[in-house]
């Protein structure tokens, strides 16, 4: 493998560095999204398959879930090889041939990069637990026992229970902020970072247009291995870890978040540099300091391009006064930064079942948070199956995968409600996802909202999702311009999108009953294309049930 330090050709000034700002990203899942070889399992042979639909929809990028060697106890995020794919999903010219195809079709491609902690059997951690003297035994974080035996302080799992496991040959404690099959990482080692530096680079020279950094604010740990203060029981919320886990009630400012992270995301900077045109967006887990953290992260020019936090992620349903709120948040504490907005992803429940099973119109209710969402400053993940509406799948408990929901069963379900299969064909056997059985089940209601139901019909939010892609495209500003926010009340949002001469007025209604907001005086000329009917040109701007207009200003 190349060295991390190596330098790359100077990059080509033509090419559009900046072509993430603004970008909407498609999440793919490969264990779910299309089987190609009839095992039940997802692979990447099925993506290429189903790339013309990605296209189809107007996105920007894709952004795949990790398809590397794992032995799967976290479903890939405990990689046991950083540089190969698992036997599961196809082989590295698969994932070649993945992304020449995606680039034909106009395409990024984003790949999830796993950097915090590693399967035990990597490698490199059976190798740091067979003794203390060994070349990497510094490269995971282990402790000693307490005098008692106890771990070494009281750092908790997100997954559940202590965050140190013993291990016997060592007779330490070693980290992991998961499940005890994850170790975690210590970045406090050079050697760990310029390891993990290299493999970046052998997916970059693969061709890939960049990253999605899981848990990025997890990395360091403080040495000092200092208890987490008691958080106390008011400033608690469920944003990173459900309610009923107690890792929640601690303060995590030792465990993670550290600042010594910043450093480390300059180097990785360093060397996405090197390169035409490369970006990388971080996921940050914070309940109390999510804005703060994703700030640091993406001020000025020299970390990650982007990050997102769990804000729209929570179960707390999306508000008018909170989009507000978060928004205008961000811009004071990162006002050079860049945010990626999403309500959903392979890790939180559906908004279809979370947000919209109570409205009046759960279709149009999607549909207008949706526009919401591709209208915000920042750039925008959709989840595989949300263009589709698709519901939180409702599983028995002897059809769990995910050990989180096994681990916090019946009151948390676990992740595997919104990881199931994708479904192409209502009358396909399991939707057309595969012939085999599915690794999970595919729910019966998902099958009548298959894309072959909602192809072509004008009134789907599939077609509803093409429609405002495409119409996002036609405006620069909803991309990457400047956000203003105008006075509204009630369920209503409404703001300015200002980009160069380009200036547009977005209002959103968010609620059933018919509104009306006031955008002062100006001039304003309706926008068409959109999808949405709503009277404008004149002031008020009037809005039905789940509404929203757009009009330039002149």
Same mark, same amino acid.
């Given at each position: 493998?190349?060295?991390?330090?190596?330098?790359?050709?100077?990059?080509?000034?033509? /090419?559009?560095?900046?072509?993430?700002r603004g970008a909407v990203i498609y999440q793919i899942y490969p264990r779910s999204y299309q089987d190609s070889n009839d095992d039940g399992i997802g692979d990447l042979k099925g993506i290429v398959r189903r790339l013309p639909y990605i296209a189809s929809l107007g996105v920007d990028a894709i952004w795949i879930s990790p398809f590397f060697k794992s032995p799967m106890k976290d479903f890939g995020y405990d990689v046991s090889d950083y540089c190969d794919v698992d036997p599961m999903f196809g082989t590295l010219a698969d994932?070649?041939?993945l992304v020449a195809e995606a680039h034909r079709l106009g395409l990024k491609v984003m790949i999830d990069e796993v950097l915090s902690h590693t399967a035990d059997i990597h490698p490199w951690f059976k190798e740091s637990r067979s003794s203390r003297t060994n070349a990497k035994a510094d490269w995971y974080v282990w402790a000693d026992a307490k005098p008692d035996g106890t771990p070494p302080n009281n750092w908790l799992s997100i997954f559940g229970g202590s965050a140190w496991q013993w291990d016997t040959s060592r007779q330490q404690y070693y980290l992991h902020n998961f499940l005890a099959e994850q170790p975690d990482l210590n970045f406090h080692n050079r050697e760990v970072q310029d390891a993990l530096l290299d493999v970046t680079r052998f997916w970059l020279e693969r061709g890939v247009d960049g990253f999605r950094l899981d848990t990025i604010n997890f990395y360091f740990h403080s040495q000092g291995l200092e208890d987490n203060p008691p958080l106390p029981p008011e400033q608690r919320n469920d944003q990173t870890a459900p309610a009923v886990n107690p890792y929640n009630y601690q303060d995590h400012i030792y465990d993670k978040s550290r600042p010594e992270n910043l450093g480390f995301l300059e180097r990785f900077r360093a060397l996405l540099d090197e390169y035409p045109a490369q970006a990388a967006?971080?996921?940050?887990?914070?309940?109390?300091?999510?804005?703060? /953290?994703?700030?640091?992260?993406?001020?000025?020019?020299?970390?990650?391009?982007?990050?997102?936090s769990f804000d729209f992620l929570a179960p707390e349903k999306i508000s008018a006064a909170k989009v507000r709120a978060v928004l205008e948040a961000f811009g004071r504490v990162a006002s050079d930064g860049w945010s990626c907005w999403a309500f959903s992803n392979h890790d939180v429940m559906r908004p279809a079942s979370r947000w919209a099973a109570d409205e009046a119109d759960p279709i149009a209710y999607l549909k207008v948070i949706s526009a919401l969402l591709m209208s915000l400053r920042g750039s925008v993940c959709i989840y595989q199956g949300e263009e589709l509406g698709l519901g939180e799948a409702e599983l028995k408990f002897e059809d769990l995968q995910d050990p989180y929901g096994i681990r916090f069963w019946p009151e948390f379900k676990g992740r595997d409600g919104c990881r199931t299969p994708m479904v192409w064909e209502a009358a396909a056997k399991n939707g057309g996802f595969s012939t085999a059985k599915p690794w999970l089940p595919v729910p019966?209601?998902?099958?009548s909202q298959a894309v072959n139901v909602q192809q072509g019909d004008a009134s789907s939010l599939l077609e509803h999702y093409r429609r405002f892609l495409a119409f996002r495209r036609q405006h620069p500003a909803l991309g990457k311009g400047d956000i203003d926010f105008i006075e509204s009340d009630g369920d209503t949002?409404?703001?300015?999108?200002?980009?160069?001469?380009?200036?547009?007025?977005?209002?959103?209604?968010?609620?059933?009953?018919?509104?009306?907001?006031?955008?002062?005086?100006?001039?304003?000329?309706?926008?068409?294309?959109?999808g949405f009917s709503g009277q404008g040109g004149t002031v008020p701007v009037r809005l039905g049930g789940y509404g929203a207009w757009f009009g330039r200003i002149d």
């Amino acid at each position: 493998m190349q060295s991390a330090l190596k330098a790359a050709s100077r990059p080509d000034p033509a /090419v559009d560095r900046d072509w993430w700002r603004g970008a909407v990203i498609y999440q793919i899942y490969p264990r779910s999204y299309q089987d190609s070889n009839d095992d039940g399992i997802g692979d990447l042979k099925g993506i290429v398959r189903r790339l013309p639909y990605i296209a189809s929809l107007g996105v920007d990028a894709i952004w795949i879930s990790p398809f590397f060697k794992s032995p799967m106890k976290d479903f890939g995020y405990d990689v046991s090889d950083y540089c190969d794919v698992d036997p599961m999903f196809g082989t590295l010219a698969d994932f070649d041939a993945l992304v020449a195809e995606a680039h034909r079709l106009g395409l990024k491609v984003m790949i999830d990069e796993v950097l915090s902690h590693t399967a035990d059997i990597h490698p490199w951690f059976k190798e740091s637990r067979s003794s203390r003297t060994n070349a990497k035994a510094d490269w995971y974080v282990w402790a000693d026992a307490k005098p008692d035996g106890t771990p070494p302080n009281n750092w908790l799992s997100i997954f559940g229970g202590s965050a140190w496991q013993w291990d016997t040959s060592r007779q330490q404690y070693y980290l992991h902020n998961f499940l005890a099959e994850q170790p975690d990482l210590n970045f406090h080692n050079r050697e760990v970072q310029d390891a993990l530096l290299d493999v970046t680079r052998f997916w970059l020279e693969r061709g890939v247009d960049g990253f999605r950094l899981d848990t990025i604010n997890f990395y360091f740990h403080s040495q000092g291995l200092e208890d987490n203060p008691p958080l106390p029981p008011e400033q608690r919320n469920d944003q990173t870890a459900p309610a009923v886990n107690p890792y929640n009630y601690q303060d995590h400012i030792y465990d993670k978040s550290r600042p010594e992270n910043l450093g480390f995301l300059e180097r990785f900077r360093a060397l996405l540099d090197e390169y035409p045109a490369q970006a990388a967006v971080g996921e940050v887990g914070d309940s109390q300091r999510g804005l703060e /953290v994703v700030a640091a992260y993406t001020a000025g020019a020299k970390r990650v391009h982007m990050c997102y936090s769990f804000d729209f992620l929570a179960p707390e349903k999306i508000s008018a006064a909170k989009v507000r709120a978060v928004l205008e948040a961000f811009g004071r504490v990162a006002s050079d930064g860049w945010s990626c907005w999403a309500f959903s992803n392979h890790d939180v429940m559906r908004p279809a079942s979370r947000w919209a099973a109570d409205e009046a119109d759960p279709i149009a209710y999607l549909k207008v948070i949706s526009a919401l969402l591709m209208s915000l400053r920042g750039s925008v993940c959709i989840y595989q199956g949300e263009e589709l509406g698709l519901g939180e799948a409702e599983l028995k408990f002897e059809d769990l995968q995910d050990p989180y929901g096994i681990r916090f069963w019946p009151e948390f379900k676990g992740r595997d409600g919104c990881r199931t299969p994708m479904v192409w064909e209502a009358a396909a056997k399991n939707g057309g996802f595969s012939t085999a059985k599915p690794w999970l089940p595919v729910p019966g209601k998902h099958l009548s909202q298959a894309v072959n139901v909602q192809q072509g019909d004008a009134s789907s939010l599939l077609e509803h999702y093409r429609r405002f892609l495409a119409f996002r495209r036609q405006h620069p500003a909803l991309g990457k311009g400047d956000i203003d926010f105008i006075e509204s009340d009630g369920d209503t949002v409404a703001f300015t999108r200002r980009e160069g001469n380009e200036r547009i007025a977005c209002v959103f209604n968010l609620g059933s009953k018919p509104a009306e907001v006031d955008l002062g005086k100006g001039s304003l000329q309706p926008l068409p294309g959109h999808g949405f009917s709503g009277q404008g040109g004149t002031v008020p701007v009037r809005l039905g049930g789940y509404g929203a207009w757009f009009g330039r200003i002149d």
